[in-house]
């Protein structure tokens, strides 16, 4: 059956309405109508993924669906900010229905977990690529930012950072592992990243920055300082790698894909000492895996790394597209 831009948004991404919020018109009309709760901001995050720098054009639409949805709501993460609407750009080569049904089921089954509602977009037609809108509100003045580091902060990552990148090189048959589970597990924190969305919001009142990795630890670290004016220490020895990971993969390269691999979605934040233990239950209520890895200092500039105690040169830099 011959399916056209308007009868595709129709069937595939004109769903459920959310009754938590207050959207007074959503897909169907020139603009979605929203109105925010009080004494909330607005957190607005955009992302673009385009086939062969993003995703294979093989991947599984509900991989690519979750992917695209879970990076867009992991800077929502690390903001501290509650999700609520987004908007979908989709351009795609043909319409194929089965990819549809597929890319859409996942896409609303996340919109659902996570409360929020597709509020519009646009269907064009070119190579597979998609820009997502997303937005979310966090209360007035109580947003995560880059800018908060404070000497003496410790730094924390969420999660084993390293594991997406291994799970891509997996993909692009550049590692082989040969025990099926721990294979399926690295590919799995590539193409099905977890936001954590809980834990920024947790953050809020606990730590005085956060960021997501998205380009590697190297690279986003590297914002904290910038934005917050300040240098860091960080101690290889703390990095925490995922069994799987330790297993398979040798240990300067489980570092080097740690720290400049990207796409983990997993937060790094900076809390100062007097919260270090509010954190540990907060994040352990969560059941969140997260490790301190050094301390933000007023007496270096930028990142400083130590393994064994001595000090280390690297010259990794995280994902860079141009
Ligand atoms: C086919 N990659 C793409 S974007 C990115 C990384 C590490 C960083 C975050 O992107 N080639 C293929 N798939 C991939 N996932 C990569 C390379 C690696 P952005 O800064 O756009 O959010």
């Given at each position: ?6 009868s595709?948004?129709a ?18 009309d020139d ?21 062969g ?6 991947i ?5 669906a979750?992917k ?8 929502l993460a ?7 609407w987004?908007t ?11 990819w549809?049904a597929?890319f ?8 659902s ?7 519009g ?7 597979l690529s ?6 979310g ?17 410790w ?13 891509l090189?997996l ?7 040969d ?9 799995q924190?590539?193409l099905r ?5 809980l834990?920024?919001?947790a953050l ?17 670290l ?5 934005a917050?004016?300040?240098?860091a220490?960080?101690?290889?020895d ?14 300067e390269?489980?570092c080097?894909?740690?720290l400049?691999?990207?796409e983990?979605?997993e ?21 969140t ?7 933000i200092?007023a ?19 995280g994902?860079?597209?141009?």
């Amino acid at each position: 059956m011959a399916c056209g831009e308007f009868s595709l948004i129709a069937r595939y991404f004109d769903r459920v309405r959310n009754a938590r919020l207050d959207v007074e018109t959503g897909i169907g009309d020139d603009c979605a109508l929203l109105n925010i709760p009080e004494k909330q901001t607005l957190a607005i995050s955009t992302d673009t993924l385009v086939v062969g720098n993003h995703f294979l054009p093989d991947i599984d639409p509900a991989d690519l669906a979750h992917k695209a949805l879970a990076v867009n709501l992991s800077d929502l993460a690390a903001m501290g900010a509650d999700p609520a609407w987004l908007t979908l750009a989709l351009t795609l080569p043909a319409v194929d229905e089965a990819w549809l049904a597929a890319f859409s089921d996942r896409l609303f089954e996340l919109l659902s977990y996570y409360d929020m509602q597709l509020i519009g977009g646009d269907t064009t037609k070119g190579p597979l690529s998609m820009t997502l809108g997303i937005h979310g509100y966090v209360p007035v003045g109580r947003a995560l930012k880059r800018s908060g580091a404070k000497p003496g902060d410790w730094i924390y990552v969420t999660g084993t950072p390293g594991d997406s990148a291994a799970g891509l090189a997996l993909i692009l048959n550049q590692l082989t592992i040969d025990n099926p589970e721990d294979a399926a597990y690295l590919r799995q924190r590539h193409l099905r990243p977890t936001p954590r969305i809980l834990q920024g919001q947790a953050l809020r009142d606990l730590a005085n920055s956060a960021i997501d990795l998205s380009d590697g630890l190297i690279s986003d670290l590297g914002h904290i300082l910038n934005a917050s004016g300040v240098g860091a220490r960080v101690d290889l020895d703390l990095l925490p790698y995922s069994d799987a990971l330790r297993r398979h993969v040798q240990p300067e390269q489980a570092c080097r894909w740690a720290l400049s691999g990207g796409e983990d979605y997993e937060l790094c934040f900076t809390v100062p000492e007097l919260n270090r233990g509010a954190l540990e239950v907060a994040l352990g209520q969560l059941g969140t895996p997260f490790t301190c890895i050094g301390q933000i200092s007023a007496d270096v500039e930028g990142l400083h790394f130590t393994q064994e105690g001595k000090a280390v040169q690297l010259d990794w830099k995280g994902y860079d597209h141009f």
